[in-house]
C-alpha cells in the first residue's frame, strides 16, 4: 500500500536468510548507501534475522541499479518511478534516481511475509510511478508541539507509504515554534518554551531528504498570528497587548496590511526562513481572517478608502500580493490555503483547498495549481473509507480539461492539533493517512474499500515495527487511566467506541491548549475496527445472507458487550478518569440486549409490535448521542438488526 | 522499588493537576533544571498532563531543596540519600547533593496512583538512603552490539530504580565496540562495523551522569581477545591468524604475556580508554583463560621456567599485576573478575565476584573490595525471586567481620548477550533487575517475595510509559513468527512457557552469532507470570487450602490451556518458525487434561491406581522436558495436584 500502477504476479517466491544482501550497480551516493542500512534494518525488524551492510555473496542476491542523480533539493515533479524484478533467486530494483529505489524499497518491505518455508516475498514484476506528484501530510505543530522524535518516526510512516510532501504548520495563535535570530522575541515570546531550534529544523529536512520527502515550512499570516504580537505587537492591527491564546478557534489578531513596516518586518522574516527552509514552495496560510480588528482599526479604514480597497477580502487581497512578491523576491513559489485565490492572484501561487473539490476546480480553472485537502482533514476522525474515496479529480475536478487538471498536483492529509498530543498524534494519522497515500499514488479506478481495508491492516501492523505508536497507545493510557494492568472490561469498552466526528467535540465540553487528553476518547482510535466489522455483519443479517457462523458471531458479540457492564462498573469509579463512562457502559449493555432481541426476533420470525419498536428506536437514537465525549459505535447496527425485524 | 529505607505514612493525598510546578531552592546546576523537566515530561506521561517547565505558583507544590555540589565526576560512596515529605498541599524533597534529589525524584514518581479525585500521592515521610554504594547493571555489547538507544532506555530504567553503576562490557572475542584512535584496526576490523564511536561513548557518558550513574568500561583482557587480534595478531601467544569468533563459549585465543610490546600496546591502549572514560574505576576482566595458546608456545613456557613462573595461574597473575600498575599509572582503579585475586593481588584492586558468595568473601577477608555478581546474571533466565533472595552478604558474608564487611559494596547485574538483540534484551533486564537493585538498596532485611512480586508489576509497567520494550516486544515478535494480527492461541501458548534455565540452551540447538533470535523463546520473558500464579493455586490446592473461587480459576486456566491446542494447530505450520511449536502444544493439552482430572480426583476424593499414577507422572516428567527449546511451565504445578491425589 499504495498499491503498484503494475503488477505481474509469478510462480513461486523469493526466501530471505541470513545471507541475504544487498549490491549497488551503477549511480550512488551516500543517501543510496544510508537507504540500504535502513532498509536491512527494517528487514530485520520484519523477520528478526541478522543482515550485513553490504552484500556477503558476490553476485548479491538484490541489486540496486540507479540511473542517475536527483535534485540536490528535491523538487516537485522529479521521476520516482522504479521497477521490482523478483524472482526465486534474484531481486532486482531498477529506477532512474534515487527517489525511485526509495519507493521500491519499500515497495519489496511491504511484500515479506512468513511461510512455511521462512519469510519470502512472491515472484513478481512491478512497474510503479505515482499518479500526482505531490502528496503530503500536513503536521500542525502550532496548537499542541510535537517534539523531534514525533516528526522523525511520522517521516518514518510517510517514506513507508510513498507520500513525499512534509507540510510543516509551524505557527498559530496558541504557538510560534521555530527560534528566529532574526527576531527572537518570536519563539522566546510565543512559544511558551515549546521550539524547534534552527539545528533541529535542519535535521528534520536531512532526515526527510533522505527519505524523498520535501519540507514544506507555513507561516500562518495574517491572521493566526496571535503568538506573533507577544513580542512584536507593531505587526498588530489591534492595540495589545497580545498574550498566548489558550482556547480553539478562530481569534481576532490580524497582521496589519497596512504599514509598510509590516512589510520590512516580514521581508527579513521571510529572507532568514526561506534560507533556513530549502524547498521551492513557501506555504503562508492565508486562511480565516475574521476581519474584527481590520474593521475597528480607524486607519486600516482610512487606507482602505485611500486606496480603493472595498472590503476586507479586498484588503487580504493587497496583503496577499505584497506577501507574494517578497516571497518570490526570495526565490520561492508562494502557496496558501484557499483564501489567498483572488481574481489578480498571480499564476505561480499554489493552492490548498481545504473548502472542497470546488474550490481546488476553480483555482486550476483561474490558471493556478492547487491541491485537495478538504476529505483528508484527518483530525476530524472520518473513516479510512471516507478519505479513500475522496479523490482530487472527482466531482468538479471530473470536468476540468485535460490542461486544467495537469494544475492539480495531489493533495495533502492535515493533522490539526487542537485534540492531539504527542502521544495519541500517531494514531490520528495512521493508518488511515496509508489510505490517502494510496489514493494520491495509485491509478484513480484503485477504489475497492474491502479491499484496501485488508491492506491497511497489514501496513498499520508494518507501521508499529517502524517505532509509530499508533496501536500501542492504548493500551498503555487505558492502564494509566485505570490504574490496573490489564484492564480487560475497560479495553472491551474501548474497542467499540469513536470520539465524535467533526467539529463537534469542541461544544461537548470545554477545552483549551492545557486541558489533559487523557481520556478514553484520547485512547481510541477514531476508527473503530470492531464496530466496523460488526457492522458488516449486521448488514448480512439484516439483509438474510449470513451463513450460521456469521450469526453465531454476532451472537458471541453482543453477549460480550450486554454482560461487559456488570465486569466493568465496580472498577469505574475508582479513577476519576473512567468514572465518566458509567452511563456509556451501562448503554452499551442495553444496547448489545437489544440487538440480542432483535437476533431472536429475526431467527424466529417474530415481529416486535410497533409500539415496542418505536421505544427501541427512540432508545437507539439516544444511545447514538455522544456520552463522554464518545460515541458507541455499536448502536448503528444494532438500529440495522431492530428495523429489519419490522420489516420481515 | 526500591523500597524506601524508612517510611511514615500519613492521612490523605497530594493531588496533581495542571497547577503543579516544581521550584529549585539552595545549590542549583544544569542538571537538576534538566531532571527537573525530565521529571515533569515522566509525570506527564504517568498522568497525561501538561505542565510547565517552571513553578507557576508561588510558592510551587513541589520545592528541592540540595544542599551542594556533588562531585564533577561522580565517585563511589557519594550520599545519594534524601528525605522526602508529602504533605496535602506541598511536597519537598531534601537532599545534600543532585544524587539525592535524582533519588527522591523517582521515589515521588513511582507513588503516582489514579484516584476517584484524579492522580495523587499518598501523604507520607520518607527518609531514604542505599544499603550499598556500587548497585550496577553490566551490559555485554561484545557479542551482540547494542546500540545507543537500547543503552540509553535501559539507563532511564536504572534510574528508575536507583542503580548508579552502568558496567559497559565493551570486548569479547565476538568483537571489539569502541572506536580506538590509537589503535584503529581494533574497530575496524574486530567490529564487523559495528562499534561505539568515541563521540556516542562521550553521550553516553553525560546522559548517565545526568541520571546519577557512573560508566565503568570493561576490556576484557588477557582472554576473551580474539577481536583484538584480528587487527594486532602481535598480541596474541598463537601464530594466527584469527578471525571474529561467530560461536559461543571459551576460547583459546589470548594475549602474550610475555613479551615486553605487549604492555607497550596496552599502556598506549589504556591512556586512550582511560582518558576517554572519566571514572575512577578500570576493568579489565581477566575471567575464563584456557590457556591452551600458552602452553602451545615455546616461547611462553621458556619465559615462565626463566621467571620462576611455576603454572599458567601464575602467568596470569603476572600479567595482571602487570595490567595494573599500567592502570594505576594512568591513575584508575583496576576491577577484576574474581580470577585477578591472587596472593599478591593489590589490596585497592576491586574483584567482581561471579563465582559466589564464598569468592567473594574470600576477596574481603584478603582485604580487597569486591561485589557479587553470583546469583545476579539475568541472562541465565531464573525467577526474580532467586535474584531478590542472592545477597551479599549472605552465606559466607555473613561471617566476616564489619570491616570486612564494609569492603563489600554492593553488585552487579550481568547482561551477557549469547541469546539477547536489541529487540528483546530489555525483556532479560526488566522487571526482574528492579528485585535485584531493590536488594542492594533496601535494608536486609527487606525480603517478602510477595510483596516483590506485586510491587514488580508496577514498576514493570512504568518501565513501559519510560520506553523500555521488556512488555511490548513479546507482541510484536508473536505477531511477526504467525503472520496474523492477533495471534490469540499462540499469545495463550506464550504466556505459559520459558526459556530453559541456566547453560542449558546452548546444547538443545546450535547457535553462532549470526543465528536469528526470533523464535518463541526469544518472545517470551524469562519467566512466565501466569505460571507462577497457577503455581501458587495448586500449592494452595493440593494444601487443601484453596477457596471455592481459587478451584475455579484453576479449572478455567486448565481448560484453556487443553482446549488451546485444537485452536492452535491448524496455524502453527503456516510458519517456517512456529512449526516446531507443534508437539509442545500438544503436550501443554495433555498436561492440562491431566490437571484437570486430578481436580476431578481431588474434588471427589478419588485415589487414582498406581499404574495410572505412575504412568502419569512419567509423561509429565517428559513434560518437563525442552521442546522447541521451551519450558512448559504448567507441568510442575500438574505434578504437584497429581501427587496430592495419590496422597490423599
Given at each position: 500500500m499504495p498499491l503498484p500502477a503494475h503488477i505481474v504476479a509469478g510462480q513461486g517466491q523469493f526466501l530471505i536468510d541470513g545471507s541475504f544482501g544487498i549490491g549497488l550497480e551503477g549511480y550512488t551516493e551516500p543517501r543510496l548507501v544510508l537507504a540500504r542500512q535502513r532498509f536491512l534494518d527494517r528487514l530485520s525488524r520484519e523477520t528478526g534475522i541478522f543482515f550485513q551492510g553490504?552484500?556477503?555473496?558476490?553476485?548479491?542476491s538484490f541489486t540496486i541499479k540507479t540511473g542517475g542523480a536527483s535534485n540536490p533539493v528535491q523538487q516537485l515533479g522529479e521521476d520516482e518511478s522504479y521497477r521490482l524484478d523478483i524472482s526465486t533467486t534474484h531481486v532486482q530494483l531498477t529506477a532512474a534516481n534515487p527517489l525511485g529505489v526509495l519507493r521500491g524499497l519499500q515497495t519489496f518491505l511491504q511484500l515479506v511475509k512468513i511461510t512455511p518455508q521462512g519469510f519470502g516475498v512472491p515472484v513478481a514484476a512491478i512497474d510503479d510511478q505515482p499518479r500526482f506528484p505531490w502528496r503530503g501530510l500536513m503536521l500542525d505543530a502550532g496548537r499542541h508541539f510535537m517534539p523531534v522524535p514525533v516528526i522523525e518516526r511520522n517521516l518514518d510512516g510517510m517514506e513507508a507509504v510513498k507520500?513525499?510532501?512534509?507540510?510543516?504548520?509551524?505557527?498559530d495563535n496558541q504557538g510560534f515554534r521555530v527560534e528566529s535570530r532574526?527576531?527572537?522575541?518570536?519563539?522566546?515570546?510565543?512559544s511558551g518554551g515549546l521550539y524547534y531550534t534552527q539545528k533541529q529544523v535542519g535535521e528534520v529536512i536531512q532526515y526527510a531528504r533522505e527519505r524523498g520527502i520535501r519540507v514544506v515550512p507555513e507561516f500562518d499570516m495574517?491572521?493566526?498570528t496571535t503568538s506573533w504580537f507577544?513580542?512584536?505587537?507593531?505587526?498588530?492591527?489591534?492595540?495589545g497587548p497580545y498574550q498566548l491564546e489558550t482556547r480553539w478557534g478562530v481569534f481576532d489578531p490580524a497582521m496589519?496590511?497596512?504599514?509598510?513596516s509590516t512589510y520590512q518586518f516580514l521581508d527579513k522574516f521571510l529572507g532568514e526562513m526561506t534560507a533556513l527552509f530549502p524547498d521551492a514552495y513557501f506555504h503562508i496560510?492565508?486562511?480565516?481572517?475574521?476581519?474584527k480588528e481590520w474593521d475597528a482599526n480607524p486607519q486600516i479604514k482610512a487606507f482602505m478608502t485611500a486606496h480603493g480597497l472595498q472590503n476586507d477580502a479586498a484588503l487580504q487581497s493587497y496583503f496577499t500580493a505584497r506577501v507574494q512578491k517578497l516571497v518570490a523576491g526570495h526565490h520561492k513559489i508562494m502557496e496558501g490555503w484557499d483564501?489567498?485565490?483572488?481574481?489578480?492572484?498571480?499564476?505561480d501561487v499554489v493552492i490548498q483547498s481545504w473548502r472542497g473539490p470546488s474550490a481546488l476546480a476553480e483555482a486550476a480553472r483561474k490558471g493556478n495549481r492547487a491541491m485537495l485537502s478538504a476529505g483528508y482533514?484527518?483530525?476530524?476522525?472520518?473513516?479510512a473509507a471516507e478519505h479513500y474515496l475522496?479523490?482530487?479529480?472527482?466531482?468538479?475536478?471530473?470536468?476540468?480539461t485535460v490542461e486544467q487538471k495537469a494544475r492539480v498536483l495531489g493533495g495533502e492529509a492535515t493533522m490539526w492539533?487542537?485534540?492531539?498530543?504527542p502521544e495519541n498524534v500517531d494514531s490520528r494519522i495512521w493508518p488511515r493517512t496509508a489510505a490517502i497515500a494510496e489514493r494520491l499514488w495509485?491509478?484513480?479506478?484503485?477504489?475497492?474499500v474491502r479491499s484496501m481495508y485488508s491492506r491497511l491492516a497489514i501496513i498499520s501492523r508494518q507501521l508499529e515495527y517502524y517505532g509509530l505508536e499508533h496501536q500501542s497507545f492504548t493500551g498503555l493510557m487505558l492502564r494509566r487511566m485505570s490504574g490496573?494492568?490489564?484492564?480487560e472490561p475497560l479495553k472491551v469498552l474501548a474497542t467499540v467506541v469513536q470520539p465524535p466526528e467533526g467539529y463537534t467535540r469542541g461544544g461537548l465540553k470545554e477545552y483549551h491548549?492545557?486541558?489533559?487528553?487523557?481520556r478514553l476518547v484520547d485512547a481510541v482510535?477514531?476508527?473503530?475496527e470492531t464496530a466496523r466489522k460488526f457492522n458488516d455483519l449486521a448488514k448480512l443479517i439484516a439483509a438474510g445472507k449470513a451463513s450460521p457462523e456469521q450469526w453465531q458471531e454476532a451472537r458471541n458479540w453482543l453477549a460480550l458487550w450486554r454482560d461487559n457492564d456488570a465486569r466493568l462498573q465496580p472498577s469505574l469509579e475508582k479513577s476519576e478518569i473512567t468514572a465518566e463512562l458509567a452511563p456509556l457502559s451501562r448503554s452499551l449493555s442495553q444496547v448489545a440486549a437489544m440487538g440480542l432481541q432483535a437476533l431472536d426476533d429475526l431467527q424466529n420470525h417474530r415481529v416486535a409490535d410497533a409500539t415496542a419498536l418505536q421505544k427501541n428506536l427512540q432508545l437507539l437514537e439516544a444511545a447514538k448521542k455522544p456520552q463522554a465525549v464518545l460515541l458507541d459505535m455499536v448502536s448503528p447496527s444494532v438500529q440495522l438488526l431492530v428495523q429489519a425485524t419490522a420489516a420481515q
Open positions: 553490504e552484500a556477503q555473496a558476490s553476485p548479491a507520500l513525499n510532501v512534509f507540510h510543516w504548520h509551524l505557527s532574526q527576531f527572537p522575541l518570536l519563539h522566546e515570546k510565543g495574517p491572521c493566526h507577544i513580542g512584536y505587537p507593531q505587526l498588530a492591527s489591534g492595540a496589519d496590511p497596512t504599514r509598510e496560510g492565508g486562511d480565516e481572517c475574521n476581519e483564501e489567498v485565490l483572488q481574481p489578480d492572484t498571480p499564476h482533514y484527518i483530525d476530524l476522525n472520518q473513516s475522496a479523490d482530487p479529480l472527482a466531482g468538479d475536478g471530473a470536468s476540468l492539533s487542537e485534540f492531539v498530543t495509485s491509478p484513480q479506478e484503485t477504489r475497492d490496573e494492568d490489564d484492564p491548549t492545557f486541558t489533559p487528553l487523557n482510535p477514531p476508527e473503530s
